[in-house]
């Protein structure tokens, strides 16, 4: 196994709660999914800060930025049941990382973490 890359992000949580009364850019962000977990958790704010900061981290991993290549909405930052984070890629988003990485097959691994005013995502993509 060799890693790809590594990206980081961190988001204050306090940016993506004003992003969250543009119902419009949410859906342009978030999966049906991702915004219904997300709305039946207390911390809604943090919940979708997060995820965002997800999608941005894998974005530098991968070493392309948003664009292109990738659509924030067709990256799904979901959890196994035991609660751990994982990256699933969707649609052309999926094809184009493939295509990218010259393989079907890599491994993202997700670390995820919130307190008080920032969340923060780290993000390993290996092949």
Known sequence: MRIYGTGVDIVKIERISKILK???VIKKLFSENEISKCLKIR???ACFAKKFAAKEA???ALGTGLGKV???KEILILNEKNGKPYIKLI???KKN????LNKKSFKTFLSLS???DYA????TITL
């Open 97 to 100: 990382v493939e295509k990218k």
């Open 43 to 45: 911390n809604k704010s």
């Open 114 to 116: 919130d307190e008080n």
């Open 58 to 60: 894998f974005s530098k």
């Open 91 to 93: 649609n052309k988003t």
């Open 120 to 123: 923060i995502a780290f993000v």
């Open 70 to 72: 990738i659509n924030f």
């Open 22 to 24: 543009k119902k419009l």
